[in-house]
């Protein structure tokens, strides 16, 4: 299945919906025309990432959600996607019609239409007001856990599921799509430079972000594709390296820029069936049986009791 | 917490395991002489890696399980283990008293006292013959499934969990020992360099053990340290790539032979308290009313139903 992940570099506050639009559909082009069946565009790629600013929620809700998708602003990604048959994946904040908030991300077929929707579970940051940082990271005030689980559909000769930002480094994320038979993910991220709570080395914030990538892939025998918004925006930076991974844990392609900017793959789904069905057949060697505590508890606990050693 | 790993060679079938049981001896000396609290041993390491042998139960146990632990044979360690103040993992292959066979590792603490027992939960390989392959991977024959479960001791100035070889490959394993509060897990594992199922480019076998090790240590903010037993038994090669790693999931230590090897690390235990606390603090973050699949579901099955798109 050939794939393209399209980074989007920073929106700035000024800029209006309608010129993001042009640049998504300049990188839908270039997409098509090295061959990709699917474009995955970033997590809330319409506007600037705005959970970081302080504002109540009408306000955010006012300037920076969707009410109808599509749209008038964003029709024009649809009819471009009709008229070169390709899909699409766009994350965007929804406010649904009896006005609950979500970080939504759709998945667009080459017909236009949209098959699937995603509704962000792994809300990070916080909802209060943090002080003494040098940005917030608000999505837990502005959107509300996402209530439509982790889909998954057979759709332009995949079985494809969504999961957007910090959802990816949650192991359970990419198992719950496994388990319905996914073999490739994409998802959109917006992820600060700097981390507001406490000195992480620099050099971590893309490392482990390519390894939670990288060892889900892998121990999932999946396909994943992640497309940043990244860069500069209004002086804050996100970083970039945008990514496809392959079953084997792989990068096969990446982003080398912090702007807009094309990669593409060849994704072969069948790589990823001789993971599924050997080394981590999950009917032959998965054992429920002993992951209560999954389920059972939200945060760590205390250890089980142990039986006696005998 | 002062950490060593001790990385065991070949154990080729005529090696007696008074043998291995000297060889362990050095190293333990070695790990104390450097500064450590623990030092790991592999799993099953007081024999050559049986389970690439056809042969029936009974002979099987007769020539490689432990019926006792310590017996005569290992007495040493856990004498030297008292007179160095040295803690010690070792894995065995166990029949216990009731006639059960089972890939087993024990945690003993530096008065020399068995104070933690796994029992290994997810087998790899098959039970049946398998034909036109150079070796059988009969661990689905040779033992039952662990009755233990995901076990985690407060011992040694540290909260540690216990798993072995293949379960490092699972990430439900990390996590039902990171919900009882662990911070470091501890494992052995033989693991052939070449691939009996299908034509696994041979770079991805030591790839995808690293990327299975860094990504759940950061997952989950713990250290992760892994001893192999390696190098060519009877001519059947298993890689070597033993390490400790950082809740970071970068290496801060790893084995460079396939041989005999100590490598050690002073594990900060506060670096995975960062991550706890933040952006992996569970009890804010997770969402287990999504994760319901990881139980109902032992293999892959269809795609759930969706809500419709509104």
Same mark, same amino acid.
């Given at each position: ?28 082009? #270039?997409?098509?025309?090295?061959? !990709? ?22 306000? &955010?809700? &006012? ?7 599509? @749209? ?7 009819? %471009? ?12 904040? %929804? ?9 939504? &991300?759709?998945?667009?077929?080459? $017909? ?5 929707? *995603? ?7 916080? &909802? #209060?007001?943090? #002080? ?9 005030? *502005? ?46 991220? @917006?992820?600060? $430079? ?25 121990? @999932? ?6 497309? !940043? ?12 390296? $945008? ?37 981590? @057949? ?13 389920? #059972? ?14």
């Amino acid at each position: 299945m050939a794939l393209a992940v399209a980074q989007l570099g920073p929106v700035h506050l000024r800029d209006s919906r309608e010129s993001v639009v042009k640049r998504l559909l300049q990188m839908m082009r #270039e997409a098509k025309g090295r061959g !990709a069946r699917l474009v995955v565009f970033p997590e809330l790629a319409l506007t600037t990432f705005f959970p970081r600013y302080w504002m109540d929620e009408q306000e &955010a809700q &006012a300037r920076f959600f969707e009410t109808a998708m599509p @749209n008038p602003v964003v029709q024009p990604l649809f009819d %471009e996607a009709r008229r070169l048959e390709i899909g699409f994946h766009l994350g965007y904040a %929804e406010l649904t019609r009896d006005g609950r908030p979500f970080n939504t &991300a759709i998945l667009v077929d080459p $017909s236009g239409t949209i098959v699937g929707k *995603y509704r962000k579970i792994h809300l990070p940051g916080h &909802a #209060e007001r943090k #002080e003494g940082v040098p940005f917030q990271h608000l999505e837990k005030k *502005y959107f509300q856990v996402g209530d439509r689980g982790f889909g998954v559909w057979d759709t332009m000769g995949a079985r494809l599921g969504m999961c957007i930002c910090n959802d990816r480094r949650w192991p359970e994320t990419y198992r719950v799509m496994a388990l319905q038979g996914a073999e490739l993910v994409v998802l959109g991220y @917006n992820t600060p $430079s700097y981390n507001i709570n406490w000195d992480e080395p620099t050099h971590l914030r893309t490392t482990t972000h390519l390894l939670a990538l990288q060892g889900n892939a892998h121990m @999932n025998g999946m396909w994943v594709a992640a497309a !940043a918004k990244c860069g500069s925006e209004d002086g804050f930076h996100m970083f970039g390296s $945008s990514v496809i991974v392959a079953p084997t844990g792989e990068i096969v392609a990446r982003t080398l820029s912090e702007d807009d900017e094309v990669i593409t793959a060849n994704a072969d789904l069948r790589l990823g069936e001789l993971y599924r069905q050997n080394i981590f @057949n999950f009917g032959k060697h998965r054992r429920p049986e002993h992951y209560g505590l999954i389920l #059972e508890r939200t945060g760590a606990g205390e250890p089980l009791p142990q039986p006696p050693i005998d």
